[in-house]
Nanobody
């Protein structure tokens, strides 16, 4: 059974940082790229960052230079380090692998 479980969301002030984690089943983690998406209220779900099994990364233009995606193969976990957060980063963040999704974790950036 494939499982993706996000954690690490919360309330942070503009300019602050958060690190999201996604624990994945080994069966999916070891074979596929992992990605983070986000969905703001009333908007579509958009890709934020992706990392392949080989460590290649790609980012949405809106987060380049501020967010960093990484993976720990020993822990079957993918991370999203978010720095210099802005109010427009407020969204539910979802972990994704192939067609599997986590339930999401809410990130709110507000003073």
């Amino acid at each position: 059974q494939v499982q993706l479980e996000e954690s690490g969301g919360g309330l942070v002030q503009p300019g602050g940082s958060l690190r999201l984690s996604c624990a994945a089943s080994r069966s999916i983690f070891s074979m596929h790229a992992m990605a983070w998406y986000r969905q703001a209220p009333g908007k579509q779900r958009d890709l934020v960052a992706v990392i392949t099994t080989g460590g290649y990364t790609n980012y949405a233009d809106s987060v380049k230079g501020r967010f960093t995606i990484s993976r720990d193969n020993a822990k079957n976990t993918v991370y999203l380090q978010m720095d210099s957060l802005k109010p427009e980063d407020t969204a539910v963040y979802f972990c994704n692998a192939v067609h599997f999704w986590g339930k999401g974790t809410l990130v709110t950036v507000s003073s």
